[in-house]
């Protein structure tokens, strides 16, 4: 999943090409996403293959609220945000249906984060990630991050620990048991990425 898509329109062939592609991985799932609309925002939602896209309305374009694929301008909406969902293991207990994401797990085996020049810091300039990457892997590979959160409360009713590199234009939410409670950020070196969000670089 590369920050090159970002820009894009809804129908430019890379972007195409790159969702195709995933969808062959997963040769049973229908390849047409849910549309989310809004005046501000439109977000494509490609459940099957973990990947929701959202496009920034451009040139004074604003977006009903409910509309259909078809009745979207791609020529006035930019590819703005690239969330890519994982499946880490699940938490201890039974999980509730309110809990469980409609998100099935990003199909491709791995894919490369592009990292920007860090002066003095030197490191490279992709980093792979997998299914089972850890907090500690991002850490090791992409420094310590610009922002992080998350983590406080019961392990039941808290959000899992977040990592943000604002200038590499990526955030990484964790999942499992590691990621919640009051030693999440003792455990969470251990946790496994959930969601990875990709933006433009600040």
């Known amino acids: 999943m590369s920050h090159s898509l970002l820009g894009l ?16 991985l997963v040769p049973s799932a229908s390849t047409i996403p849910e549309v989310k609309s809004y005046p ?9 293959v973990g990947l929701s896209l959202l496009f920034k309305p451009v040139n004074g374009y604003k977006p009903k609220t409910g509309l259909r694929r078809e009745e ?10 690239i969330d890519v969902y994982n499946n880490p293991p699940p938490n201890s207990g039974a999980a509730t249906a309110k809990h469980k994401s409609p998100y099935a797990p990003y199909p491709s085996a791995a894919f490369a984060l592009q990292l920007v020049e860090t002066p003095g810091k ?20 992409m420094g310590e991050p610009d922002r992080k959160g998350g ?15 604002s200038k590499d234009g990526v955030m990484v939410e964790f999942g499992g048991d590691e990621s919640r409670g009051p030693q999440a950020w003792e455990k969470g070196k251990d946790a496994i990425w959930k969601i990875i969000s990709i933006f433009p670089p600040a």
């Not at 501000?40 to 099957?48: C, G, Q, R």
């Not at 030197?122 to 590979?141: D, H, N």
């Open 9 to 24: 329109h809804p129908s430019d062939e890379p972007l195409l090409a790159h969702v195709q592609q995933l969808y062959s």
């Open 151 to 165: 983590g406080a409360g019961p392990s039941s009713g808290s959000i899992g620990i977040w990592c943000e590199w």
């Open 72 to 81: 979207l301008d791609d020529a006035a909406l930019v590819l703005d945000g």
């Open 122 to 141: 030197p490191r490279a300039a992709v980093m792979q990630v997998t299914p089972i990457t850890t907090g500690k892997e991002f850490v090791a590979a």
């Open 40 to 48: 501000d925002a439109v977000y494509l939602n490609h459940f099957p």
